[in-house]
């Protein structure tokens, strides 16, 4: 059974970091495309970051660039997003999903197969 399960949530004043980790199981993660989006309430889904199946490319929403960062281990079949400098319009469940198109990095979470069941980054003092 393929399965993706985000952890690193939590609370976290603002100006603080938090690392979110997305682990595959069932599949090898080395041949899919990983994205992050993030939902808060009353919002639409939004993309937050992808990198492709090397890692070679990565992407980020302008609201994050320069403050999240996103990386792959693919001897864990593990891929991170290292948060820093939060703010508490980052608060929201973030989700992380794989598309299995090699070499891709896809914003649109249309093109996405598997998806976790979200980790919740709630952001305030």
């Known amino acids: 059974q393929l399965q993706l399960v985000e952890s690193g949530g939590g609370l976290v004043q603002p100006g603080g970091s938090l690392r979110l980790s997305c682990a595959a199981s069932?599949?090898?993660?080395?041949?899919?495309?990983i994205g992050w989006f993030r939902q808060a309430p009353g919002k639409e889904r939004e993309g937050v970051s992808c990198?492709?199946?090397?890692?070679?490319?990565?992407n980020y929403a302008d609201s994050v660039k320069g403050r999240f960062t996103i990386s792959r281990d693919n001897a864990k079949n593990t891929v991170y997003l290292q948060m820093n400098s939060l703010k508490p319009e980052d608060t929201a469940i973030y989700y992380c999903?794989?598309?299995?198109?090699?070499?891709?990095?896809?914003?649109?979470?249309?093109?996405?197969?598997?998806w976790g069941q979200g980790t919740q980054v709630t952001v305030s003092s």
């Open positions: 999903a794989a598309h299995n198109i090699l070499e891709y990095c896809s914003g649109s979470w249309a093109e996405y197969d598997y």
């Open positions: 990198i492709s199946s090397s890692g070679g490319s990565t």
């Open positions: 069932g599949f090898t993660l080395r041949y899919y495309g």
